[in-house]
């Protein structure tokens, strides 16, 4: 029986290359897939959190990013939910202590301080992708 030999020099360069491009598209597919998911999840009182999630790409070395994100003010204490605690009214002009208003029951009250409940969480951005990563071939090792 006859052995054939082959020998085979393989360019890394372009192996690389090719692989990064589908890295690249593997990771863009996820992001936006993540992205669309997350806007359907995304609490809307007035629309500026749906509004405002956005996706960034980029690279280091051989390793493709994708990131959703929100980056409004208030994002992360309705992703992650608020802690009870306790709201002070600041001091005014001259050393006096100043007040919190607010109406409830269509008059205004004015406090020194409230108790404030805290919110729960609400992760529209964690749950999209939970929800798109299986079918995208991605398994979620930490969160």
Do not use: C
């Amino acid at each position: 029986m006859a052995v054939a030999r082959v020998r085979l020099n393989l360019n890394l360069g372009a192996v690389n290359d090719i692989g990064m491009d589908e890295a690249r598209r593997h990771v863009l597919d996820m992001t936006r897939a993540t992205l669309n998911r997350s806007n359907v999840l995304t609490p809307v009182r007035f629309g500026n959190l749906r509004a405002h999630n956005d996706m960034r790409l980029w690279e280091t070395g051989l390793v493709a990013y994708g990131e959703v994100f929100n980056n409004v003010r208030y994002a992360a204490a309705v992703h992650n939910g608020a802690d009870p605690r306790v709201i002070e009214a600041k001091p005014r002009a001259g050393g006096r202590q100043g007040a919190l208003r607010f109406k409830a029951g269509g008059r205004y009250i004015y406090r020194k301080r409230i108790n404030w409940p805290g919110t729960r969480p609400r992760p529209w951005l964690t749950t999209a992708m939970i929800q798109v990563a299986p079918q995208y071939g991605f398994e979620i090792v930490d969160i």
